[in-house]
């Protein structure tokens, strides 16, 4: 991985944590995240879904592409959460080439030129200076030996996690139940990443090099 790249998958993980908040803590009005996913491809950009509260089945979830360069320079992850509350609400206009579809949900391609901003709000940054103080550690730093890259809310109550590892090059998949032995999970993923009996291909997922089922964990 080169700096570039790096600089990148960095981002990818700040906004991932960034969204994090959002799983129950509404983003706009009733919608939540329900999912936050690296560009496939290594693309500068992030994917970011929505739908209601505990929402999985793709048709009633919104996927949208944030680019993450600005000219010469990187958006925050702040500007990314400004990007996509713009994006989601009012009435916009997509060409042809903008509206695509991805595993089963539809895809808005955002170009921030026709777009304004929303604010960063005072509750946001309350939660980001909570989060700070709660969970002082760098969410680029590696933890566990992997990196959360992104996630996805499945339909079965699945979880996908897309992480990236030193030990793994590029960008893998995890399904994992929520509410299992999670914490085993993650001091094992470092070595169940390239498991062969557990990988698997997923044809309609772009977002990484193969899926890991640890859903048996």
């Known amino acids: 991985m080169d700096e570039v790249e790096r600089e990148i998958a960095d981002l990818q993980v700040e906004v991932a944590a960034l969204l994090s908040d959002h799983v129950y803590a509404p983003l706009l009005e009733d919608q939540h995240v329900r999912g936050v996913l690296p560009a496939p491809s290594r693309a500068p950009a992030v994917r970011a879904v929505l739908g209601d509260r505990a929402e999985s089945r793709p048709a009633r979830l919104t996927a949208y592409e944030i680019p993450l360069r600005d000219g010469e320079d990187l958006r925050t992850p702040h500007d990314v959460v400004a990007l996509l509350r713009a994006a989601h609400t009012g009435t916009h206009i997509y060409p042809r080439s903008g509206v695509t579809s991805v595993m089963?949900?539809?895809?808005?391609?955002?170009?921030?030129?026709?777009?304004?901003?929303?604010?960063?709000?005072?509750?946001?940054?309350?939660?980001?200076?909570?989060?700070?103080?709660?969970?002082?550690?760098?969410?680029?730093?590696?933890?566990?030996?992997?990196?959360?890259?992104?996630?996805?809310?499945?339909?079965?109550?699945?979880?996908?996690?897309?992480?990236?590892?030193?030990?793994?090059?590029?960008?893998?998949?995890?399904?994992?139940?929520?509410?299992?032995?999670?914490?085993?999970?993650?001091?094992?993923?470092?070595?169940?990443?390239?498991?062969?009996?557990?990988?698997?291909?997923?044809?309609?997922?772009?977002?990484?090099?193969?899926?890991?089922?640890?859903?048996?964990?």
């Open 104 to 217: 089963g949900m539809d895809l808005y391609l955002v170009d921030p030129a026709d777009v304004t901003e929303a604010p960063f709000t005072t509750d946001d940054w309350a939660a980001t200076l909570l989060r700070c103080l709660a969970r002082p550690t760098d969410p680029a730093e590696d933890r566990h030996g992997t990196r959360l890259r992104g996630f996805l809310f499945r339909e079965e109550g699945l979880l996908r996690l897309y992480m990236d590892s030193d030990e793994v090059p590029g960008v893998i998949a995890a399904d994992v139940r929520p509410g299992g032995a999670l914490t085993a999970v993650l001091a094992a993923l470092p070595s169940v990443l390239d498991e062969d009996y557990r990988i698997s291909k997923d044809a309609i997922d772009p977002h990484c090099r193969y899926v890991v089922d640890l859903t048996d964990w």
